[in-house]
């Protein structure tokens, strides 16, 4: 039992490391400029939905990404323009990591300005999804639900896996 505790925390610090390091290389190349154009957009669609007793039929707010010209457009189910600013250190960025350092950046956002997106006026559930200039979905960024909460991929890595592997056990014991 001891050493079952013991790899657990074991497991545990290390995934907390990992995650937290992967952060931690994110911010230190992300400027503070980058941050606070992050924050403006998606306040200004949180005000495009004040809290009202009539909410908007939608299911995702798209938030589209163009590596060659460092935009971000936010756009409704009708492909409507909600916001669009120009990220100035996205602008011709050819990382290979382009999108997973968006996604991290904007489930950040997303994340810090939870309060304010939970109560926006649109009828739930809701997500926000990110998509590349070619309006291809890449990455469903943050779920607003309130019975349903999506737990970081990261954590989640395996999980599958190992629900299959359990659910073969309980068959063959049966």
């Given at each position: ?154 954590l989640m890595a395996g ?16």
């Amino acid at each position: 039992m001891k050493k079952s505790a013991n790899h657990l925390l074991l497991s545990h610090l290390f995934l907390t490391f990992v995650t937290l390091n992967s952060y931690i290389d994110y911010y230190m190349k992300t400027t503070e400029q980058t941050l606070q154009q992050l924050e403006r957009a998606l306040r200004k669609v949180a005000d495009k939905f004040p809290p009202s007793e009539e909410a908007s039929l939608m299911t995702d707010i798209h938030l589209r990404v163009s590596q060659d010209t460092g935009e971000l457009a936010a756009f409704d189910d009708d492909d409507q323009e909600i916001t669009r600013c120009v990220v100035e250190q996205w602008i011709d960025n050819k990382d290979d990591s382009f999108y997973q350092d968006v996604t991290t950046a904007l489930r950040s956002m997303l994340k810090k300005h939870k309060a304010q997106i939970e109560q926006m006026a649109i009828l739930k559930p809701y997500s926000f999804v990110l998509e590349n200039d070619d309006h291809e979905h890449l990455e469903e960024l943050f779920l607003v639900d309130d019975e349903v909460a999506i737990i970081n991929e990261e954590l989640m890595a395996g999980l599958d896996k190992d629900l299959d592997d359990f659910l073969d056990k309980l068959l063959s014991e049966s």
